[in-house]
């Protein structure tokens, strides 16, 4: 098996021509739709925190 640097090159060339981009529209919406569910599960995740952290206190009688 050999490898040819000129085949590499005409392969990454015809792959790259297949690739097809999203528009501007649809890379926003992607990106908002990634913020929403990060913003949501950071504020689920701190409100689980809290109500466990509640708990442990009140169980154990620790804390502030």
Do not use: C, N, Y
Not at 14 to 33: D, Y
Request: proline share 3%; glycine share 12%; aromatic share 12%.
């Amino acid at each position: 098996m050999s490898f040819s640097p000129g085949k590499f090159l005409h392969d990454v060339r015809t792959e790259a021509e297949r690739v097809t981009w999203p528009t501007r529209r649809a890379t926003f919406v992607t990106t908002g739709a990634v913020l929403a569910m990060a913003g949501m599960a950071s504020v689920f995740f701190f409100v689980v925190d809290q109500l466990i952290g509640l708990g442990v206190r009140q169980l154990f009688g620790l804390g502030g």
